[in-house]
């Protein structure tokens, strides 16, 4: 019987939620099998084998990442940045307190660099009113893998023509972009785990300055 590794690590398990008759109900889902499904379990099992036989070279890929980050068209949308509330400054006065962090572009980018490392999603749920998804993002060289659930109604903002505010069942089209667009903020979340933190927090200072003309 061969002794189990300490880089051996059970997959995660997905917390998925499905409103049946106005009932929120928790679904498990083994993160690791339905990713094996997706991608389609050989292709994820040779690129295991590939990343354990040309591991990354991480100064390269942080050398490669800071670059990119010395763009002025990339660093523009590699972060994102809104007030939320008020701080006081040092004199004391009440100022905008803005948060920022990196952007899914930042994330993939860094994916790209940082090799051995996959990220997607895939659809949990689907009826007339609602949608699940699942994103993840997998360091096949470490084996560490991160996953997270969204759940979300069909439905979209648009103003009518007399300025008011309402939600609308969306098209096709519309439906698609949602999706994507939710999907892309818990596909960043799941890589962001995945770099150390200081380095994603230097990658955005980087690209401040670049966009600021520094």
């Not at 920022?100 to 999603?121: D, P």
């Not at 505010?165 to 999907?183: G, I, P, Q, Y």
Request: glycine content about 6%; charged content about 35%; overall charge neutral.
């Amino acid at each position: 019987m061969t002794k189990k590794t300490e880089t051996e690590k059970p997959p995660p398990a997905v917390m998925v939620v499905e409103e049946k008759g106005g009932v929120a109900a928790e679904m498990q889902m083994d993160a690791g099998t339905e990713i094996m499904k997706a991608e389609g379990q050989g292709e994820i099992q040779a690129a295991v084998v590939l990343a354990k036989r040309f591991p990354r070279d991480e100064e390269r890929a942080k050398a490669k990442i800071l670059a990119a980050c010395d763009k002025e068209e990339f660093a523009s949308v590699a972060y994102y940045s809104f007030p939320r509330g008020k701080k006081r400054s040092e004199d004391g006065e009440w100022v905008p307190n803005i948060v920022s962090g990196a952007s899914i572009r930042l994330a993939r980018e860094a994916k790209r660099n940082w090799h051995n490392v996959r990220s997607g999603f895939f659809i949990t749920h689907d009826d007339d009113e609602s949608r699940g998804i699942v994103a993840w993002a997998w360091d096949l060289e470490a084996n560490n893998r991160e996953s997270a659930s969204d759940f979300f109604k069909k439905l979209i903002q648009r103003k009518t023509p007399d300025g008011q505010t309402m939600w609308v069942t969306a098209d096709e089209r519309e439906l698609r972009e949602l999706t994507f667009r939710r999907a892309s903020i818990i596909e960043r979340n799941c890589l962001l785990t995945l770099f150390p933190s200081y380095e994603i927090d230097q990658w955005v200072e980087t690209c401040k300055r670049t966009s600021a003309g520094g």
